[in-house]
């Protein structure tokens, strides 16, 4: 690739601040063609912190890109994301992709009728060591598996959003993990799940290939929490991904990838169909914990 790819970035708050402006701008194919954000002066911060330009609207801000990177509530994605699609801008999408399942059909129908490139930030598929765990799990002729991630969200800090207050760990952490063992032990046709969302949820996955797996997730921790892990056992052994070995390389890669699907017309593996599939999961567990609800 030989010209930047010119990604304009929705959204001036801590996680566009921390990862997306940074790796945007930072790409060896990209460039921050300029950030949106409904607080002005918080666009026009970091849109200076990483010498690029602050816009004003929406359509300013896709009259000067190829791409648009979103970095905002689920919410308010679905909504501005599906006029982006409409305008023909490739998509980076944040997980969830919308607040419920309407809104998460609507932005991929969207684009899907527009043709437009997606992708979604499922950030753990782009980093090294869960690319070689996935391969080594795939060798063990799996049957089963373990997924766990408590984080401690609720007690505050820059993720103790209104939308995460809310809604709880299905949202927030349930992506990552449900996602990370559909790869591992193939495509979850089923769910059962048990629990309170503010506090602890348990998923059991029954995957097409005939494995059974079991998730945790929970944004209530206190303390010293130890790091989420997946872990995989088949018939020819085990596997073990905890995040301590992520590493740092999954933000480069994800917009190289990004990049690289723009400039090809994609399609990418982690795309907003992908990303609508995970939510129909997450949305059949958060619909039978309200129907267990005393």
């Not at 945007?24 to 918080?42: F, K, Y």
């Not at 060591?129 to 002729?141: I, M, Q």
Request: aromatic share 6%.
């Amino acid at each position: 690739m030989s010209e930047p790819v010119s990604i304009g970035l929705v959204g001036a708050g801590p996680w566009a601040g921390m990862v997306h402006a940074p790796a945007i701008a930072g790409g060896a194919h990209t460039r921050l063609a300029g950030v949106w954000a409904r607080r002005p002066e918080a666009s026009a911060e970091l849109a200076a912190a990483h010498g690029s330009s602050s816009y004003e609207s929406l359509e300013e801000l896709f009259d000067n890109c190829d791409a648009v990177a979103f970095a905002v509530p689920p919410d308010v994605q679905a909504e501005l994301a599906i006029q982006a699609a409409k305008a023909g801008k490739a998509l980076l999408l944040e997980k969830p992709l919308a607040m419920d399942l309407d809104g998460a059909r609507a932005l991929a129908d969207a684009v899907g009728e527009a043709g437009v490139v997606s992708q979604m930030v499922f950030t753990l598929r782009y980093s090294t060591a869960a690319r070689d765990f996935l391969a080594r799990a795939a060798s063990l002729e799996p049957f089963g598996g373990y997924g766990q991630f408590v984080s401690a969200n609720l007690d505050g800090g820059p993720f103790a959003t209104p939308w995460r207050l809310e809604r709880g760990a299905v949202l927030d952490l349930g992506p990552h993990i449900v996602d990370l063992l559909d790869a591992a032990l193939g495509r979850v046709v089923s769910v059962r799940a048990h629990g309170d969302p503010l506090r602890w949820v348990g998923m059991l996955l029954e995957h097409e290939t005939g494995a059974v797996s079991e998730a945790s997730v929970s944004m209530a921790g206190h303390g010293d929490l130890p790091p989420a892990r997946i872990e995989v056992f088949g018939r020819r052994g085990t596997e073990l991904l905890d995040w301590t070995r992520l590493g740092d390389d999954a933000f480069a890669r994800m917009i190289t990838e990004f990049a690289q699907a723009v400039r090809t017309g994609g399609p990418h593996a982690l795309d907003a169909a992908h990303g609508l599939r995970i939510q129909q999961i997450l949305d059949q567990v958060e619909t039978q914990l309200l129907d267990s609800r005393p």
